[in-house]
């Protein structure tokens, strides 16, 4: 006589179950996580790291009032700054700020939400890759560095992909499973991520890769015009040298192999290479051990 499949509808039920998703819907309620982008606050890019956001916590979005891309980390020190709510639903708050991305992270902790614990910051999800030297020039990485200063994890995330109509799926579904996994992972802090999508559906790419920062540079060319009275103006264009193409633990390489880049980043810009050189060419100077650093 042949065996009876089991009922899956008949299991015993688990009488810690219910208690268990009790206690994650509690932890999802009480997160709280910061949202910006360089964008700007009406982006589609802000929407889609909402979407994201959302499903870990209560969320606040802090973004620009007017694209600010390639601000890096700057911030406004000369001009008054207006903070605008721009809508309220539930579990959700945005807010319109008119100064940097980095202005927008530093608005957040240190007056809207502060004395408040922000439990995870994300940065995005930016129209275009910030791979390799970009992330020095980028809004979104810079507003993402910032939020790391103040001891919580912070993620970059950014779609290659500069196109207003833009396909953010792929990346809400992997921005939602990074997070998910840094959530639930033992973390050591300060920690921040570059994340960086590629074009594709969803079940087009591959998978995630952790990897370094690519090398290399842009080199710019200045398209030089006159308007009607006679004065020159110009607009910058230009074109990414990629030093190393056949790195395959690079973020470029990645990228163009259709994976998900991950790169953890830092402030610290010191080249601990060059240290034992330099202390040839100026062996009264000191300076630490480079030693120390691996």
Request: some cysteine.
């Amino acid at each position: 006589m042949p065996a009876k499949t089991p009922n899956p509808d008949l299991r015993i039920p688990d009488p810690n179950r219910r208690e268990r998703n009790r206690k994650e819907r509690k932890t999802m309620k009480e997160r709280l996580i910061l949202v910006t982008n360089d964008d700007g606050y009406a982006s589609k890019g802000l929407a889609a790291a909402i979407e994201v956001a959302r499903t870990f916590g209560r969320v606040i979005a802090v973004a620009p009032e007017t694209p600010q891309s390639g601000m890096s980390q700057a911030i406004t020190m000369y001009n008054p700054l207006y903070l605008r709510k721009i809508r309220e639903e539930e579990g959700v708050d945005v807010y319109s700020f008119s100064g940097t991305p980095v202005d927008c992270v530093k608005m957040a902790f240190d007056y809207l939400l502060r004395g408040e614990r922000i439990d995870l910051m994300i940065s995005g999800i930016n129209h275009g890759s910030n791979s390799a030297v970009n992330v020095l020039y980028s809004g979104t990485m810079g507003a993402a560095i910032e939020g790391s200063f103040y001891g919580c994890p912070a993620v970059g995330l950014s779609l290659d992909d500069h196109g207003a109509d833009a396909d953010f799926e792929a990346s809400v579904i992997y921005g939602k499973r990074i997070i998910g996994e840094l959530l639930s992972g033992p973390l050591e802090l300060p920690l921040c991520l570059n994340v960086n999508v590629p074009v594709g559906r969803p079940e087009e790419l591959r998978g995630l890769r952790l990897c370094r920062q690519n090398r290399g540079f842009w080199r710019e060319e200045f398209y030089r015009h006159e308007d009607p009275r006679g004065r020159e103006y110009f607009w910058l264009t230009g074109a990414f040298v990629n030093e190393e193409p056949d790195a395959e633990d690079t973020d470029e390489w990645a990228l163009r192999n259709k994976y998900v880049s991950v790169v953890p980043v830092q402030p610290d810009l010191t080249d601990y290479r060059q240290m034992r050189n330099l202390g040839r060419i100026f062996p009264s100077a000191g300076g630490p051990d480079p030693e120390s650093r691996k």
